[in-house]
């Protein structure tokens, strides 16, 4: 009996060494360790043995048993890591061939920029005021110390609105966001006449220019300003405010100078260059070779503004400043043709 | 403005600085120079990284290569008709040199000249522009044989060295020209184009730079009062007020009018300097005479006319002149020196004498009485003009000048005299004129001298710097503003070239200018506001519409911003509408109307795209303008959405997608509005969007309100589009009306306990809507059912016709674990709930 189970185990372990898959390990398994293989069926006619033998021979098969099982566990494990090693060997993707897409949704450039500069106005103390883009002569030029016929209506040429009646203060397209000024102080004023509070806010908005629709120029634009009225408000502060936004808008290192310039409703007025930042500076076509970026203008708010507003020129003083989104995108993007931003073409929009 | 450095020099002493360096100086103190034009002196060079300044062009002239020399014989060229040789000296040595320029060929054969021709000469090896190529291209001159002769050197033409962009012929230099001196040193210069800010009309001429530069380097401006340089008069003529008189009929348009007389001119050109200067400065030369009054307006600013004195004496029939400024006659007729009739209204101004018309006052003379070459005696005219009316003027006729450039932005009439006197100095020494004496000088309105006081506490306050009152003076007086203190205060009169200095507070701000001007901007120092901050309060609405813009972004809408601008044509495929805010001025016929309708621009972007992509979800939100009868118009916010083609996107081995469709929309809002916090949503079949499918349009209420309305593009609105064959969706919402809404914000807690999710299917009457189905089931079911999600519709035979199918995954949920039976008793509630109150069978 015990030649018969060395006979059992040595058959069986020889098998188990040819067994290469799955399939094969469980039809060993079955074979040799199952209800009817010839080991069991030694388990079976343990009682039919004496009492001499059965321990000898129980025991003898138990061993063979383990040993089997053991075996069979091992033998499991080498199919299991020789399966996986041919599979990693085998699944090798082309890890070349194009991700699957998705349609997503974005903001439009535009948006996108104006976020960026309000929200760093919004840490500044500058809380967005929106108003109409229809506006009337008064609003868009008049309080803002832009006489009727005066040239400095030459720098704003402007869309009319059709009316039945001639008037002295045609309604028109605004070809800026300073109406806003106007709307904002008098708001403010009208809390409290007495002694008006002082204002921080940012303006912005669509405005809109009678140009020839070229890669240069656009019928429509849009603009941020930002204003300041307060009882203590001073040049040298229009300087450091304006330092601080370029710095958080164009980086740390940005160098910038002001230029005395004109606008009716500034004065003194200044225009901001900064450091070309596609160059540094060393000239390139962006910065037409002057190593400068002309990026937004500046200045006291005129007194003849503050009294339209209702601010007593004599005693509060205040600063404004404009700039222009689209402008900044296409320095800092080089686009190089301004119409893209209204043209909807999704080709450009997903840029962004 | 473009402006040579070379005449700058005439009135301001400029050495040690570079031409940028001027520049810098003249652009941080707003006179912004756009571009530098080099013209003969040396060009920057920039070492590697080096900073540029300035946006700059021209050509440098080799001082050893480009040198001044004289002709002294033209000869025929042994091989070539059209060719000359010249003998030429250049202060070395003779050479010999080949030319076929056309303005000496004349001297071809004639001999040895009696008097030297001066000429630009370029030796081997000299960079210039090529005078034979297209544009300015620059070329290196090298030796070569030109018709079997040896030619090394040449004379230059004005395209070669740079000074114009044509020309025709070589440059024959003034007769005084150094022979041998470097070109460079006799005539090179730099020209810097100045921009003219609107209220600084005042530096639009060389003095006027000049004496801004004076001021910000601190040096003197070197007089050059026209009066003491002007020739004397010669006595023995008939004094000019004997000859003209003036009559003003309104000061107000016309404050004054001068007029001097010169007497037998000699029409010629003028000498090539002047030429030179006025080319460089973008005027052509026409003859001495009126290259003196364009010289004398460019460079003190007074434009001035020259008038044919025996024409006009002709027209007053030998007697005394009577020159007349009035207003026109409406129809009146002129005709302007560019040979134009023109039709004149009453709001034009015009000089003119008893025979009519003679010149549009401050825009441009009249052709009549013009310098021709046959003029002899010359009445110059030099007068101011209301500046606003001169603008007006020039934009009726369309007649931009470099004269009512100047007026339309104020010339100071304490000029006109100036002016006068500065053309007949020149008339005379260019056209040998003999200046008449007298001189006729009506000034029926001086401007007020500008007086403002201002204190060191204006300064301080405005500028935020400390200055004394003498500090505040010195900056003042190098503009030659007069300073005089008076108490604890500056009274501060502005000098006689000015007319942009107000009175009161704006005359302080005016003088704030100027201080912080003549102190630098660059001077002043930074400060961070000081000043109280105000109440924060945010702008809720503002903030809302952003928060809406990142829903959509989230939902996967591209953003989008239309043109406010549009066609009533374009709109009409989208909406009727009665009347449109019209502009009176459009750009063009597709912009004429602002629009009234957002679904149309998102429309018309979808069209734009379709072609170029597979599926497209746009979203805009803008204001649409409704007219109001004369008044402003109403601009109320909206928000349109549309979407069109692939539900997914594809690839490689994902080739198949359905189209969107009208239950995408509905998602895509059901998520939107659960985004806005919305509850008590419904929807209900519409038919009130015009361009939207009848049969699938649904209106989207919260309670009772009416929010919105959504829904396929109407077939027959989809044929005025050229679109693909993919279903088109849209949405159009009121943004006042959303924001209006009362969100909510509390959640619904998560259980802790398992939920039991379960299946069931009823068949029930086609004309049942789903809606009912599930509100049924929610209802019944109460807070046990925590979700109710259809997941099929199926009709076929086997149901019935007329029937339909609703499959719904129901969610129980307790706050307890449910058993089995717990389960059971819920599902039988609302199966016979649903077969009691809409007959519907559940299905095994
Ligand atoms: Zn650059």
């Known amino acids: ?352 | 403005m473009k402006i040579p450095i070379s005449w700058l020099k005439d009135f301001i002493d400029l050495d040690g600085l570079s031409v940028e360096d001027i520049a810098r100086k003249l652009t941080l103190a707003g006179m912004e120079v756009d571009e530098i034009l080099y013209v003969g002196l040396p060009m920057p060079i920039y070492k590697d990284g080096e900073k540029h300044e300035f946006k700059t062009n021209g050509i440098g002239w080799d001082r050893e290569k480009i040198v001044v020399a004289e002709v002294r014989e033209v000869k025929p060229h042994p091989n070539a008709d059209k060719l000359t040789l010249l003998d030429l000296y250049d202060g070395e040595k003779d050479q010999v040199v080949l030319t076929g320029a056309p303005n000496i060929f004349h001297l071809k054969g004639a001999g040895k000249l009696d008097q030297p021709l001066k000429v630009a000469y370029a030796k081997e090896g000299a960079t210039l522009y090529d005078g034979h190529a297209d544009g300015q291209v620059l070329m290196t001159l090298k030796r070569a044989k030109i018709r079997g002769v040896d030619s090394y050197s040449m004379v230059c033409s004005e395209k070669e060295l740079g000074i114009t962009e044509e020309s025709d012929g070589i440059i024959l230099l003034d007769d005084d020209a150094p022979t041998g001196m470097p070109l460079a040193d006799y005539m090179g210069d730099a020209v810097l184009d100045i921009s003219i800010l609107p209220n600084m009309g005042r530096v639009a001429n060389v003095v006027g730079v000049a004496r801004e530069l004076a001021a910000l380097l601190g040096r003197e401006l070197k007089a050059q009062s026209p009066e003491a340089a002007a020739q004397p008069a010669t006595l023995n003529l008939q004094p000019v007020n004997e000859l003209v008189e003036i009559e003003i009929t309104n000061p107000e348009l016309n404050p004054r009018f001068t007029f001097g007389l010169i007497r037998d001119v000699e029409i010629k050109a003028s000498p090539y300097e002047i030429q030179r200067r006025l080319k460089l400065a973008g005027m052509r030369p026409i003859s001495n005479i009126v290259d003196a009054t364009n010289y004398a307006m460019l460079e003190l600013g007074q434009p001035l006319h020259a008038f044919d004195y025996d024409v006009l004496s002709a027209r007053a029939g030998g007697k005394k002149i009577k020159i007349t400024t009035r207003a026109a006659k409406d129809g009146e007729k002129i005709s302007t020196l560019d040979g134009a009739e023109r039709t004149l209204t009453a709001s034009n101004v015009l000089v003119g004498d008893a025979q009519g018309a003679l010149a549009l006052a401050g825009v441009m003379g009249g052709l009549e009485s013009e310098v021709t070459d046959q003029t002899k005696n010359i009445l110059l005219e030099g007068a101011a003009w209301n500046f606003i009316n001169v603008r007006k003027t020039a934009r009726q006729h369309n007649l931009p000048s470099e004269a009512s450039f100047r007026f339309s932005r104020g010339v100071h009439p304490a000029l006109a005299d100036q002016g006068v006197k500065l053309g007949l100095r020149y008339i005379a020494e260019w056209a040998n004129g003999k200046i008449a004496a007298g001189f006729v000088d009506e000034y029926p309105l001086k401007p007020k001298d500008a007086v403002v006081r201002i204190s060191t506490r204006d300064v301080k306050r405005s500028l935020g710097i400390d200055l004394t009152l003498e500090q505040i003076s010195e900056a003042l007086a190098r503009l030659e503003f007069k300073c005089e203190i008076v108490e604890d205060e500056l009274q501060v009169t502005a000098p006689n070239h000015r007319l942009d200095i107000g009175e009161g507070v704006v005359g302080v701000a005016d003088v704030l200018e100027e201080i912080a001007r003549s102190y630098g901007y660059d001077n002043i120092p930074t400060s961070s506001l000081a000043d109280a901050l105000p109440p924060q309060l945010g702008n809720p609405v503002h903030e809302w519409e952003e928060h809406l813009r990142d829903l959509l972004v989230a939902l996967g809408f591209q953003e989008i911003v239309s043109y406010r601008m549009t066609s009533v044509e374009k709109e009409s495929r989208v909406v009727r509408c009665d009347d449109y805010v019209q502009l009176a001025n459009p750009i063009a016929p597709e912009k004429s109307v602002l629009r009234r309708s957002l679904a149309a621009s998102v429309l018309d972007a979808l069209e734009k795209n379709v072609r170029n992509g597979e599926s497209f979800s746009f979203f805009e939100i803008g204001p649409v303008f409704v007219p109001r009868k004369n008044e402003l118009p109403d601009e109320p916010r909206k928000l349109a959405l549309v979407m069109s083609g692939l539900r997914e996107a594809t690839a490689w081995d994902a080739k198949d997608s359905a189209q969107l469709d009208f239950f995408d929309m509905k998602g895509r809002l059901e998520l939107l509005l659960s985004g806005l916090r919305l509850t008590n949503i419904s929807y209900a079949a519409s038919d009130s969007s015009h361009y939207l499918h009848p049969g699938k349009c649904a209106e989207i209420k919260i309670g009772e309100k009416i929010i919105g309305a959504f829904g396929e593009l109407h077939p027959l609105v989809k044929e005025k589009y050229e679109l693909s064959e993919a279903p088109v969706l849209a949405a159009e919402f009121d943004l006042a009306t959303l924001r209006a809404l009362n969100p909510t914000y509390g959640i619904t807690p998560v259980s802790e306990f398992p939920p039991v999710y379960e299946d069931i299917a009823v068949v029930v009457d086609e004309t049942v809507p789903a809606e009912k189905v599930e509100a049924l089931i929610r209802q019944t079911g109460g807070r046990s059912v925590a979700n109710v999600r259809l997941f099929d519709l199926y009709r076929d035979e086997k149901i019935g016709a007329g029937k339909k199918s609703l499959a719904y995954n129901l969610t129980y949920q307790a706050e307890k674990t449910l058993t089995d039976s717990d389960a059971a008793a819920i599902r039988n509630k609302i199966v016979k709930r649903l077969e009691k109150e809409l007959g519907a069978k559940l299905r095994s």
């Open chain 1, 1 to 352: 009996m015990l030649d018969k189970l060395n006979q059992i185990e040595k058959e069986a372990l020889e098998s188990l060494q040819s067994v290469a898959d799955a399939a094969a390990l469980e039809a060993w398994r079955v074979a040799n360790l199952g209800r009817s293989s010839p080991l069991m069926s030694v388990f079976s006619g343990l009682g039919k043995l004496s009492k001499e033998e059965k321990p000898v021979v129980g025991q003898a098969a138990n061993q063979v048993k383990v040993k089997l099982e053991a075996e069979f566990e091992s033998q499991a494990q080498a199919v299991k890591s020789a399966a996986l090693a041919k599979s990693l060997a085998e699944e090798k993707l082309d890890v070349t061939l194009p991700g699957r897409a998705k349609f997503v949704g974005r903001l439009h450039p535009s948006t996108q920029q104006l976020r960026r500069v309000l929200s760093i106005l919004a840490e500044m103390g500058f809380q967005v005021y929106t108003s109409r883009e229809v506006e009337t002569d008064e609003y868009n030029f008049q309080l803002l110390n832009f006489p009727p016929d005066h040239p400095a209506r030459d720098m704003q040429d402007t869309f009319f609105i059709k009316t039945d009646v001639e008037t002295d203060n045609p309604l028109l397209m605004r070809t800026h966001t300073s109406p806003g000024q106007i709307h904002a102080m008098r708001q403010f004023v009208a809390t409290n006449p007495s002694d008006p509070p002082p204002i921080r806010i940012a303006l912005p908005g669509m405005c809109f220019r009678y140009e020839q629709i070229t890669a240069r120029s656009e019928v429509q634009f849009n603009q941020v300003e930002g204003l300041a009225v307060g009882k203590n408000i001073t040049f040298a502060d229009l300087k450091g405010t304006i330092a601080d936004f370029v710095r958080r808008m164009f980086g740390e290192g940005a160098r910038l100078r002001f230029r005395a310039s004109y606008f009716p409703f500034t004065e003194p007025s200044a225009e901001v260059d900064v450091e070309c930042f596609v160059c540094g500076g060393k000239g390139c076509a962006v910065c037409k070779n002057s190593g400068w970026l002309e990026i937004l203008g500046c200045g006291m708010v005129h007194p003849n503004v503050l009294t339209a507003g209702g601010y007593d020129p004599k005693i509060y003083s205040g600063f404004a400043w404009g700039m222009g989104p689209e402008r900044q995108l296409m320095l800092r993007n080089k686009i190089n043709d301004i119409r893209y931003f209204w043209g909807n073409d999704a080709r450009f929009l997903e840029q962004f």
